[in-house]
Every structure is written in structure tokens, then in C-alpha cells.
């Protein structure tokens, strides 16, 4: 085999395209809307090299107009996790030891077709599928995703360059191996870029892989699929299943082969997994990687230098962009009481121009929650604030899913800052804002640290400098992505790498080197040019 030390191309993050009115973009992702719309799909799973369908077919339909059908997806049982599973172990010696360039290659390709060919396409699946605005879609299953191949594979290149120092006459060397057996990925609906990252960068650095989505999710995680195997990923690689998470669950965590799971979702999700772990630990010929990022309850704090329309722009963006439903989304917000009249003003304004509906009009910024339990679970944190004598609604409050699951964004006042919605995570475009006293600051940073049990990102919007230095270090265990003068959402990868920890997750940062080395067990090689021939050192010796 040939060999070469090479240099990856340079990776920048992807250009986002506006799709302003009459741009050749807008009427590219218009047209592939149409075609999605038109046509009723049958998804299957990847399994090997096999597309597997099933008798129990699952619809497809947008959040936003729930009557309409896009297709159907096969839903699987434990047969079939247990075939991937065997899928990846039987393609896992030839992809580890396929030349680390190769594999690179593939991923740069599928960079490549995203960033082309495909952009409208998984555009289009994201914003139908997921009920994203054509901004939010674009920066997500496009730039974003686009982003984690490229960068990985940098981070992946700079990884396998890393070498040990060596002394006279021995070579020392690092070799990184792919965990021995299998990957599971386990992805969520609301980011198309995370879900076929988390396959993704364990795959590149040589793991085979069972990646389960998110039902909601399906739609894109297809077109995902699609543009991998033109890539060229080999058949087995990665094993794309539909499956119901408990079921798929029994089989692979108590696999002898199951080396690690990477996971983005809920909280509690979470902690069951690493409990069946724990209890199963004897089972595994390793211990697994447990690699996660769960849940968050953002927060906003404004100091009382603060610029009103700065702080009411990053609410409403960082609170309602995507209804909410990013794990980085503004869902608490402390705000001092001197400039509460203003920011009220402007955030009231800018609410009165926002349009909710449908994704195909281009003029609506809000869209439908992913489901009807979110859309029930959201109405009813509603109703019992409007119930609550001591909460005021100032904005929003109302919802409707006759159509599709739509909730207005709804900003609740509450007086109690241990009030529930500003301690329980929602993952609705609902923010709880609570009103404190100048003077407070201090003592309002404590109330922050110790609201809520998760620690994912924050805000602190200020123009004093020693009141910024002093939420940084007070608040530096409250976010993992900590935000001056912005909102706490729209971490970009190569630039703000993506994680917390507490209740929110093991913080291996998402587009960063930090999660690759997850995915690899290293193993160091000393070779000595001039072996001794003699057991015995010089101390030894007797002095004559």
C-alpha cells in the first residue's frame, strides 16, 4: 500500500445562503418543497447492504399541516437490531483498516454533495419533516452539518499527527484504534447536523456504527443516508434503524461487543442508559464510551448597563427562533427592574410583527412544535400559568392544533424565580423572565447557579466590563457555551464547540477534537534500536 503524510484541505465554515425574494436559492428550495410535498416516500432501513422494509409503516407528516402524508417509514423490532448489529461487526476489520485518508475522503465528499447536489434536498426534509423555517434548515442541515464533516475531519487529521517524544535509540509511537465492536448513535429530531454527526465522527475515526433517530427525524436522516452511500461509505459502516428505543435498547446494551453511545436527548433518557450501562457493565468485553448531551434551561441575565434592544433582540431570537426547541434555547431570562419597561416595549413590538405558520411561506419566522405530545405537554405549562394568580402572561398564551401544533411564543412574568417554568425544561417557545432588583445582581447570579440541575448555555448582556468578568466567573459552572452580549444559542462549529455538563451532559463538545478522541482507545509503541544483552545497570557494579 502506498503511503504519504497528508494534508487535509483547509477547512471554513459554509457560507449560509439568504434565500432573500427573488434569489436563485429561494426558488431552488421552493421547487424541492413542491416535490416533497407531491410525493408520498417509502423509507427503509440500511442494514449491511440491504434497504429493509417492514409490514408496520409509520407516517410521515409535517408538524405544521398534520393531516398531510409525506410518505411512510419501516419500523423495525430486535431482529432487526441484532442483524446491524452484525451488519457493522462483519464490515468492522476492513473499515478500520481501510487508510485513514480514505476514509477522510468519504466525508469530504459527502461534505461536498451536501454543500451542492443535496442542499435542497435535506433542506427541504428538514423544514417539511421537523417544521424548520428555511433559515433555521439552511443553518442546520446544511452549513452545520457540512461544518461537522469538514472540521472532523481536520480534528481527525490532527489527532492521528499527534506522536510522542522519544529518547536515544527508541522510536516511540501512538497508534489511535477504533474502540473494539460497536458504536450505538442515538440521535435527536431537532437538528438534522447532530444527527448525522453523531454516526459520523465515530465512524471516521474507524468505528462501525447502529445509529437509531429519532422518529420525527426520519425524513432527513433518509436523505443523510442517501448522500453517505454516495459518498461511498461501505455497506455496514454505518446501520441505519427505526426502531423503538426500549426495544432496541434490550438488544444492545446487553451486547458483549457494545463499545459506546453517542447521544443527544432528554435528560432522563440519558441517565437510564448509563444506569442499564453500569448494571450490565460485566457484560462488555470494554468498558463502554458514554458520550452525551441532554437537556438545558438557558438562561438570559441583563445587567442594569445593559442596552434594552440588545437584550429584548437576543430574547426573542434566542427564545423563539425554532419555536424553542433547541437544546441552547433562551427559556429564562433575569432582567433588572430599571430597564424592564423597555425591553418589554421592544420585545412586545417585535412579537406583534412575527408571523407563525407554515414553513412554505417564507414570511412566517415561527412554525409548529415537532409533536402533539410537546404541543399538550407546552399547553398545559401554559394553562396553569394563566391559572396562577401570582404568574402574568404578557405575551402569547394561545395555541391551536387543528392544523398543525402550533403554540404562540408566550412569555410568562413570574414573581416566584423558583417558579416551575423557570426550573423545568420545556422545549417550547415558552420564556420565563423574572424581574429583579438592581441592587440584586449578586445575589440574582447565585439564584441562576442553583435554579435548574442543568448547566448548557447562558447569557450575560452588559456593556460594564467588571459586571461581565463577574457573571463570567460566578456562572462559569452554569454553561458549558457562555455568551457576552448575545444570545445563548447558534454555536458554530470550529468556533464555539458545543456541550455542558451537570444535568446537561458529559460536555465532550460536539465539533471539537475533544469528542473524536472519544471514539478512539490509543495504543503507544516504544521500539529500542539496541536492546541490552545484560540484566545487570552499572549501579551494581562494586567499587574497587
Not at 446544511?142 to 472532523?152: G, P, Y
Request: proline content about 6%.
Amino acid at each position: 500500500m502506498l503511503k504519504g503524510f497528508f494534508t487535509i484541505p483547509e477547512p471554513v465554515n459554509e457560507p449560509g445562503l439568504n434565500y432573500g425574494p427573488h434569489s436563485v436559492e429561494r426558488a431552488m428550495l421552493k421547487k424541492a418543497l413542491e416535490e416533497a410535498r407531491a410525493q408520498e416516500v417509502d423509507l427503509p432501513m440500511y442494514i449491511g447492504g440491504k434497504e429493509v422494509r417492514t409490514e408496520n409503516k409509520i407516517a410521515i407528516r409535517p408538524p405544521h399541516d398534520h393531516k398531510h402524508i409525506l410518505g411512510y417509514f419501516s419500523e423495525g423490532d430486535g431482529g432487526h437490531v441484532n442483524e446491524a448489529i452484525k451488519e457493522a461487526l462483519a464490515a468492522k476489520e476492513a473499515w478500520e483498516n481501510l487508510a485513514w485518508e480514505q476514509r477522510a475522503a468519504i466525508f469530504l465528499k459527502a461534505a461536498e454533495l451536501i454543500a451542492g447536489p443535496y442542499r435542497y434536498k435535506i433542506n427541504a426534509a428538514t423544514m417539511l419533516g421537523q417544521s424548520k423555517n428555511a433559515y433555521q434548515a439552511e443553518i442546520d442541515s446544511a452549513c452545520e452539518l457540512i461544518d461537522f464533516l469538514r472540521f472532523n475531519v481536520a480534528y481527525m487529521s490532527e489527532i492521528y499527527a499527534q506522536q510522542p517524544a522519544s529518547g536515544k535509540g527508541v522510536w516511540n509511537r501512538l497508534e489511535q484504534r477504533p474502540l473494539e465492536g460497536f458504536v450505538f448513535a442515538l440521535t435527536p429530531f431537532n437538528f438534522t447536523a447532530i444527527a448525522g454527526n453523531l454516526p459520523a465522527s465515530a465512524a471516521m475515526m474507524g468505528n462501525v456504527v447502529v445509529w437509531k433517530p429519532a422518529y420525527p427525524q426520519a425524513y432527513a436522516a433518509n436523505v443523510i443516508m442517501q448522500v453517505f452511500k454516495e459518498a461511498g461509505l461501505p455497506d455496514g459502516v454505518i446501520n441505519l434503524i427505526y426502531v423503538d428505543g426500549p426495544v432496541a435498547g434490550e438488544v444492545i446494551f446487553n451486547h458483549p461487543d457494545f463499545a459506546g453511545i453517542h447521544f443527544t436527548g432528554s435528560t432522563k433518557v440519558f441517565q437510564t442508559i448509563w444506569q442499564t450501562i453500569g448494571n450490565n457493565i460485566h457484560k462488555y468485553k470494554a468498558y463502554p464510551r458514554i458520550v452525551g448531551e441532554t437537556g438545558g434551561k438557558d438562561f438570559i441575565l441583563a445587567h442594569q448597563s445593559a442596552n434594552p434592544d440588545v437584550v429584548a433582540t437576543a430574547i426573542v431570537r434566542g427564545a423563539f427562533e425554532y419555536q424553542g426547541q433547541k437544546c441552547s434555547a433562551a427559556s429564562r431570562a433575569y432582567l433588572p427592574k430599571s430597564l424592564w419597561p423597555a425591553i418589554q416595549e421592544k420585545v412586545l413590538d417585535d412579537l406583534q410583527s412575527i408571523k407563525m405558520g407554515p414553513v412554505e411561506d417564507f414570511s412566517n419566522f415561527v412554525n409548529a412544535v415537532i409533536t402533539e405530545q410537546s404541543f399538550d405537554k407546552l399547553a398545559k405549562y401554559i394553562d396553569a400559568a394563566k391559572a396562577d394568580a401570582d404568574v402574568e402572561i404578557i405575551a402569547g398564551g394561545n395555541y391551536d392544533k387543528s392544523v398543525g401544533y402550533f403554540i404562540e411564543p408566550t412569555i410568562i412574568k413570574v414573581k416566584d424565580p423558583k417558579y416551575i417554568t423557570m426550573c423545568e425544561e420545556l422545549f417550547g417557545p415558552v420564556l420565563t423572565v423574572y424581574i429583579y432588583e438592581d441592587e440584586a445582581f449578586e445575589q440574582i447570579m447565585e439564584v441562576i447557579d442553583t435554579t435548574s440541575p442543568y448547566a448548557l448555555t447562558g447569557s450575560i448582556i452588559s456593556t460594564d466590563r467588571y459586571a461581565i468578568e463577574k457573571a463570567t466567573y460566578k456562572l462559569r459552572n452554569a454553561a458549558g457555551n457562555f455568551y457576552v452580549n448575545d444570545k445563548p444559542t447558534g454555536a458554530v462549529v470550529g468556533q464555539q464547540p458545543f456541550g455542558g455538563a451537570r444535568g446537561s451532559g458529559t460536555n465532550d463538545k460536539a465539533g471539537s477534537m475533544i469528542n473524536l478522541l472519544r471514539w478512539v482507545s490509543p495504543r503507544t509503541i516504544k521500539e529500542t534500536f539496541d536492546p541490552p544483552k545484560d540484566y545487570r545497570y552499572p549501579f551494581l557494579e562494586r567499587e574497587l
